[in-house]
């Protein structure tokens, strides 16, 4: 029986920062993977839709502007395999990584058998002095609509696509639902977006709702909101869905892409003693302990928002609880993003939120048809609002929906760790030309002293 | 004879925001243009040059990536008009701009008199009680190669190109040297580039310096450095220059790029009496006052950093202290970007600078391999460094090397603006997967705590 300081469950963006972080600070770690290294993120989540945005951004804006000429077209097998290619590339980053920080690995599922006992797939048992679990989630499902891999998909099996569907039924608005329908779109597929609630989106704030709903529909997606798919009849070319609205959507293929749920089951919480909430995510404090001392959960099993990025922070602190120091996961701010075209990032609060807070905040909006990058980067129909402590003039929040978001957002981020105001923003030298700027510009309007703007306050 | 409380001479990115600026405090305000608004930056700099990259980065990315078939082709004067387009709306939105802030617009030369008046074209006078000088550069030219605009060109009158020319030479390795090499070899034209200096881009960090000789000989470029051009010769079809190395390069046309002169002949600076430095440069101190208590100068005339948005910044000073305001140009972090491809932004100072000015400073540089999102959009060759102060681990300076480092520099330069430690970096969650990650990990990396490096220290 191997005996180690740390055992971390799960490989992922939760577990491998963990043991990394354990191992750099002198503990003995082993970490357990049952499927890839990389975890979600890697294998199926944020690096492949990421990967595969990229050349469908290129080829759209070749195929739009009219001083190209030609045709270009997209081999959808090479395209794919490029994709895995820069999976396996990272996966296997992933391996190296924990290796060069003397990481034992150990491939299989691994399960609980009391506080201090983990066995990989039932036979042999690691020995912990503190266990972190790193599991993650997995697609839910919807009854009546059961994935099968191959008619329909959910993130996971629809990696596995060999040729362009000619169209797709895509279940659920959420941020997979609009990035896959923003992608899928341009390259040519027929695009069904079928949400439930009232709007896309519907965690976030309802300017993207609104935002992304018009980009979408300009690309020929076809979108329900309000909608239910009461079930999936497969034909035989694709599959025909029943909508409660009465009417019925025929397509190719379908991606169910309806929320996550915890892979808690046949871990063993109950051999240990972990509590769970109610919807069986792992209940933590904000040093990522669970109510027993010795054992830690990090990432989207302890639910929350569900972004490989907080995994990063909370496996870090979790690994730096175990070694004795004193980490807690207290950050300001963590941002978001959704992939679609043009990206939607965020970070803090909105006025609403701000409100039900009790904080007496206001918000500025502007669209960025003053920025010139965003002209020129035909991003002019965006736009970035900042939310402010109406007193104290203190950033409480940015949303910004345009090319580069993901890129520009996390200047906001530091400034909300940092407790900057308007005025920090406003004072700070932004490069011309860049999207960036529209930070410095916005804060610049909240404050009544706009340089590319003509006063239009209120967002 | 009108009267004024401020009159701006020159309406780029000095002028315009002086004016605006001035205006939004309450006076009454003229600026005086002698060719467009919107400046060198709107018509002939920023603006066209980086409209004119957008597509050949799109083009060359479907072009050399095996999953796309089919061929693209730029037509040329299509593209131009393209750009054009673009400078007009925004040469446009500066006069909107300023005539919805209430500035009297004037078009012509505008001349000091005396120190409170300025005569336009000549003829019609304008009294004020401070005048703003924002009257910018002109491209320098070198002995033996005279610009024609047809054979012979500077960064002007290239921008009147009809069509794609087979071959160019371009004199001068600076940032606006490189930015055309970069993006003319990529449509194929044949890239000459003769550097009098031992290194491309000479006033900036070595590590630039070498990474993008490699980018742009990898795309073909012909870099020659130490290399003096002595003379031109026109051909029936193109030139023939005489290289101080003694060999010559024939080329269709020719770009002269080599540094930029003050315009401040025939602006009457000695009819009020406004001093300048040798290189006629007019001398201000960080209220952007000159030697005349009610004169002011902003942007490129006043030297240093010539930089739009240093501009921007140094109108606004100069404006609020027209008006009576107590306002400082000190600004701790001024970035600058080089947009070729990948871009090259920086703030602050490396460690040679930091070392100068006698600060006992570390600088820790990593490739970009072990970020995600740089691996996806080809730039896992680029790099980020981070100089800090020693003691305090207070960030002094940030170089990347990366796309979309235009963008993700801001969060730097607000780093700096705070006075961030590296611990503020690290703690701060960036979204995954992005460039802007880079930063954390650069920081982790410096702390000693990298996730995504095998410890790799020393820049």
């Known amino acids: 029986m191997k005996k180690y300081d740390v055992v971390v469950i799960g490989g992922g963006p939760g577990g491998y920062p963990a043991a990394i972080r354990a191992a750099q600070l002198g503990l003995s770690v082993a970490i357990v993977e049952m499927n890839r290294f990389g975890g979600e993120c890697t294998n199926f989540g944020c690096i492949p839709t990421k990967s595969m945005i990229k050349p469908v951004e290129a080829m759209w804006y070749v195929r739009n502007k009219d001083f190209f000429s030609g045709e270009v077209s997209l081999d959808f097998q090479k395209y794919m395999e490029w994709v895995k290619g820069i999976v396996g590339r990272l996966s296997n980053g992933v391996r190296d990584l924990l290796k060069g920080n003397g990481v034992d690995m150990f491939e ?201 990025h907080r995994a990063f922070m909370q496996g870090v602190v979790a690994a730096e609880n175990a070694a004795g120091l004193n980490s807690v996961f207290d950050a300001r701010g963590i941002p978001a993003v959704v992939f679609t075209d043009p990206e939607l990032a965020y970070v803090g609060v909105n006025k609403e939120e701000a409100s039900a807070m009790g904080i007496d905040a206001d918000s500025v909006r502007i669209p960025l048809g003053g920025v010139a990058r965003a002209i020129i980067d035909d991003s002019a129909d965006g736009f970035i609002k900042v939310t402010f402590d109406r007193e104290s003039k203190a950033v409480l929040g940015v949303h910004v929906a345009a090319h580069n978001a993901s890129e520009i957002i996390s200047e906001a981020t530091l400034a909300i760790e940092m407790g900057a105001t308007l005025e920090d923003l406003a004072l700070t030298i932004h490069p011309h030309p860049t999207i960036s700027e529209s930070i410095k510009e916005v804060a610049d309007v909240a404050l009544g002293k706009p340089l590319h703007y003509l006063i239009r306050r209120r967002g």
Chains 1, 2 share one sequence.
Request: aromatic share 4%.
């Open 108 to 308: 299989g599922r691994g399960r609980l058998l009391d506080r201090y006992s983990v066995s990989v797939d039932g036979s042999e048992v690691l020995q912990a002095r503190s266990i972190i679990l790193a599991t993650g989630t997995s697609p839910s499902s919807i009854p009546g609509v059961e994935v099968d891999g191959e008619v329909i998909h959910n993130n996971r099996t629809i990696m596995g696509l060999k040729r362009k569907p000619s169209s797709i039924l895509i279940i659920g608005g959420g941020y997979i639902g609009v990035e896959f329908a923003s992608m899928m779109s341009k390259i040519g597929v027929e695009v069904y977006l079928v949400e439930i609630m009232d709007r896309l989106l519907p965690g976030m704030d309802s300017d993207f709702s609104r935002f992304i709903e018009r980009k979408l529909r300009s690309y020929g997606v076809k979108v329900f909101k309000g909608t239910k798919v009461d079930e999936v009849k497969k034909l035989e070319n694709g599959v025909r869905a029943s909508l409660s609205n009465g009417s019925s959507i025929d397509s190719e293929i379908v991606l169910v892409a309806v929320g996550r749920k915890p892979n808690t089951s046949d871990l063993g919480l109950e051999a240990a003693g972990v509590e769970t909430d109610p919807r069986g995510f792992i209940r933590v404090d904000g040093r990522c302990r669970t109510n027993i001392p010795n054992i830690y959960a990090v990432g989207d099993v302890t639910g929350g928002a569900m972004l490989a």
